[in-house]
């Protein structure tokens, strides 16, 4: 029994060995909580410590864990976010994916801050959690059903007195296509770093969680104070009835129209998710030049107004009909749409798309059929296959076809002409069942480009092979940064210069740059000092995000709303500064990268590829002419990091200063 | 089990976050009610009336106070 | 007194200081923003402006302290 157990966390792990199915609760002691929070950086943690140096991705060795948050279910708001973590098969070194829905307080409700599995179960199992404790159970019969499928046929099976809340895999994991998720809630997903691979490769289908035990807190009334704080401006934001989606173009033109920063206050912000989602910027993107158009090397004037209208934001939410929030959400971006119609009765409704759906499989590929999006995302959901990733793959093909490489004899008789609708949902189709030309793209777009043969590589829109989201980084170049330096490369929400100036972190952390109203935006593109520290500062903070289970969206809705160091102190009791917890941030993305290190990963073969900074620059479009040095700008991040600048690896001081508890630190070469 | 007071929930002041849904040990509060605000957010209604146990886990843990026990 | 302003994308920005602080003379009333600001009547309906996270009259008085946020839906946001 624990002293004092009311800090938010609950203090241990479930550790479940597939081969043998045994299981093993393993406590934690407060300093790691205190060193690497919960989330993310218990994953972090524990994977460094349990997983033999070397482990093959897909066999026995790895572990992949489901981590819940410091602050969910603590009454804060915005965090019910969890996190799936594992030695990614697709870059090699850390994975790692974010997820919503339910699932996230119903981790931490069955007594654990994360649920781990080694081993490999010999035939298909999934995990059961009540109150009475975990159980392994047969699942050969849900082996071959895809998500939506796999939650019917379970809550058939099972059942308990709480409302079953189910992450499983579907048939892209089972085959282990490299590019599988994991899902939860009927299609939200833990799309990247190959998570859904990992959970195929232990044949465990499911984890199913029906646990209800209390999550206890420091100083429940400050936390609440602080959630109504919120809640109260969150209410009173609300777009007139006169914004439509029309409106959305011109938005986009504006914003880039100016060089001078103009900060707005990002609780607007969720006066425009509660309208549209993520969806606002299917369109605004493409006048701003976020959206990358014909496997990013095409613009606007590719995919011209008379096309990306029909990706207005308006005309998806003509088939919402309703809201859906994530646990403790009190904006509530998501939506599920009525798609019976569209897909002629095959499918009866879909989550709401994403905008990085859209994007992925609209202006990405010069496609303009909005209702294919709505089949395309809903065979993704269901199958159980990252959007972003394969939607990548497919425009790496399609250049490739465009360029007369592949005959219609290797596509299978697809034509594979930019825009085809019909032959991107058939390939999908063919991706997830790891049949025909799908069959090649299905492990992402690293692996087609090597099967392709080598002069397919500049085409290839990769960082490790982790293919990037749909911003880009001729817009806003620190997204760049964090494309080829995270640990996780490839990955959109980690930090930009945009995210910086929305977060407000100066007015918190002492040494934080603060974003002058009107001073001069133009200077990114350049690795100055302070390029540097803005990226490192997105890094730390972004880990901190990640170990409490908040939401990306509350982060960008500023830190002088979204309170999130008053949360933390408040959940555990203990009174960091901002700057504190900014060190704990940068604790957990050093562990991050000294693990991909020691896995043999050189951080410089993360690079994205430079299309992406702009070399050769675009001719047309808003992003016309713009390029920037990535090998520069990686360096610069890395110094600011405290690691090499030169090769990314932690450095001997940085790893002593910041301490690391019992974890072996030595072993690997650093400077 | 007529005496056992149970949740009200305060439409005003709730803002449909699920946390009393997700934290229900019985899940009898399901987020279902449509048609109270513009955006056609899923309120909590509670389900199961009989099945409640009235151990106010709910009222405890709405962030807003929105939950009442009668 | 002092108020926190977050001014729409073409406002003048002469009378704020690099924090997005104005300084006002007491009792001042949220038109008097929009005169410094220099926001052209005919886009005034269509921007959207918050008090403190709350839509209030163009007369309200404001007080020291006040956040006042701007955004324009047709131009930036």
């Known amino acids: 029994m624990r002293g004092n157990f009311l800090k938010g966390y609950c203090g241990k792990i479930l550790m479940v060995d597939l081969s043998d199915a045994t299981f093993c609760e393993i406590e934690i002691p407060d300093m790691i909580y205190e060193h690497f929070l919960s989330g993310v950086g218990l994953g972090a943690y524990i994977l460094y410590k349990y997983l033999p140096q070397g482990a093959d991705p897909l066999g026995p060795d790895n572990i992949l864990g489901f981590v819940s948050g410091l602050l969910t279910g603590t009454g804060s708001f915005m965090t019910g976010r969890w996190l799936a973590v594992c030695k990614s098969p697709l870059t090699g070194g850390f994975g790692d994916a974010n997820c919503g829905g339910t699932f996230s307080p119903a981790i931490k409700q069955s007594g654990y801050d994360g649920i781990f599995f080694k081993g490999q179960a010999p035939t298909p199992k999934m995990l059961f959690i009540d109150n009475t404790g975990p159980q392994l159970i047969d699942a050969t019969d849900l082996w071959g059903l895809d998500t939506v499928e796999t939650e019917a046929a379970i809550n058939q099976k099972i059942t308990a007195n709480k409302k079953l809340s189910i992450a499983t895999i579907g048939p892209a994991g089972e085959h282990q296509s490299l590019i599988a998720g994991i899902s939860n809630d009927g299609g939200r997903m833990a799309a990247r770093s190959g998570v859904g691979t990992v959970m195929g490769s232990k044949k465990l289908k499911a984890v199913v969680l029906a646990g209800s035990k209390m999550i206890r807190s420091q100083d429940p009334q400050a936390i609440k104070a602080i959630s109504q704080d919120y809640a109260k401006k969150v209410k009173t934001s609300n777009l007139p009835p006169l914004a439509t989606g029309a409106m959305l173009p011109m938005m986009g033109k504006s914003m880039v129209a100016t060089d001078k920063a103009i900060p707005i206050d990002g609780m607007l912000s969720t006066a425009i998710m509660k309208k549209w989602g993520t969806g606002f910027t299917n369109t605004m993107g493409m006048t701003m030049g976020d959206t990358p158009v014909k496997n990013w090397k095409g613009s606007v004037a590719d995919f011209p107004y008379r096309k990306y209208r029909h990706m207005n934001p308006d005309r998806i939410q003509k088939h919402e009909t309703q809201k859906y929030h994530c646990y403790s959400c009190v904006i509530g971006c998501g939506g599920l749409c009525d798609i019976d119609k569209l897909t002629n009765g095959r499918f009866p409704h879909t989550h709401k798309p994403e905008y990085e759906t859209v994007a992925a499989f609209g202006a990405l590929l010069l496609n303009k059929d909005r209702d294919s999006i709505f089949m395309i995302n809903e065979l993704l959901n269901r199958g159980g296959m990252d959007s972003i990733s394969a939607g990548n793959t497919i425009a790496f093909a399609m250049e490739c076809y465009e360029k007369g490489w592949l005959s219609q004899e290797v596509t299978g008789g697809l034509d594979l002409s930019w825009g085809n609708a019909e032959a991107i949902i058939t390939l999908v189709e063919q991706m997830i069942a790891g049949v025909g030309f799908g069959a090649i793209l299905q492990n992402g777009v690293k692996i087609a480009s090597a099967i392709l043969g080598i002069e397919s590589a500049p085409l290839a829109i990769h960082a490790g092979g982790q293919e990037p989201g749909m911003h880009d980084p001729r817009l806003d170049p620190i997204l760049g940064i964090h494309y080829s330096c995270d640990p996780t490369p490839g990955r959109h929400t980690i930090g930009a210069g945009s995210y910086y100036t929305y977060m407000r972190i100066w007015e918190d952390v002492t040494w934080a740059p603060k974003v002058k109203l009107g001073e001069d935006k133009s200077n990114e593109y350049e690795a100055t000092n302070q390029v540097g520290l803005k990226s490192m500062i997105n890094a730390c903070i972004k880990q901190i995000l990640d170990g409490s289970g908040g939401c990306f969206f509350a982060l960008v809705s500023g830190l002088n709303h979204f309170k999130i160091f008053d949360y933390l102190n408040a959940a555990t009791g203990w009174q960091k500064t901002p700057n504190e917890y900014m060190t704990i941030g940068l604790r957990m993305q050093t562990l991050r990268q000294a693990f991909n290190v020691r896995e043999g990963i050189n951080p410089r073969d993360f690079k994205m590829n430079e299309r992406l900074s702009g070399n050769p620059p675009l001719k047309e479009g808003p992003l016309k002419g713009k390029h920037f040095n990535m090998d520069e700008m990686m360096s610069v991040h890395y110094q600011f990091m405290g690691w090499d600048k030169k090769t990314g690896i932690p450095t001997k001081t940085a790893l002593e200063d910041l301490g690391f508890c019992d974890l072996e630190m030595e072993g690997f070469t650093h400077g | ?70 | ?77």
């Open chain 2, 1 to 70: 089990m007529a005496d056992k007071k149970k949740p009200v929930i305060d439409y005003e002041l709730c803002m449909a976050c699920g946390i009393c849904s997700g934290d229900c040990p019985l899940s009898c509060i399901v987020l279902r009610k449509t048609n109270i605000d513009r955006y056609q957010k899923a309120y909590p209604v509670l389900d199961e009336y009989y099945r409640c146990t009235g151990c106010t886990r709910c009222a405890k843990a709405c962030p807003m106070e929105a939950i009442g026990m009668m």
């Open chain 3, 1 to 77: 007194m002092k108020v926190q302003v977050y001014p729409p994308p073409f406002a003048s920005l002469t009378a704020l200081d690099e924090d997005g602080m104005m300084v006002l003379p007491p009792g001042a009333r949220l038109s008097t923003i929009y005169r410094r600001l220099k926001i052209p009547r005919v886009l005034q309906p269509l921007v959207i402006c918050q008090v403190n996270y709350q839509r209030v009259k163009l007369n309200t008085q404001l007080k020291d302290g006040d956040v006042i946020s701007f955004m324009l839906p047709l131009a930036g946001g």
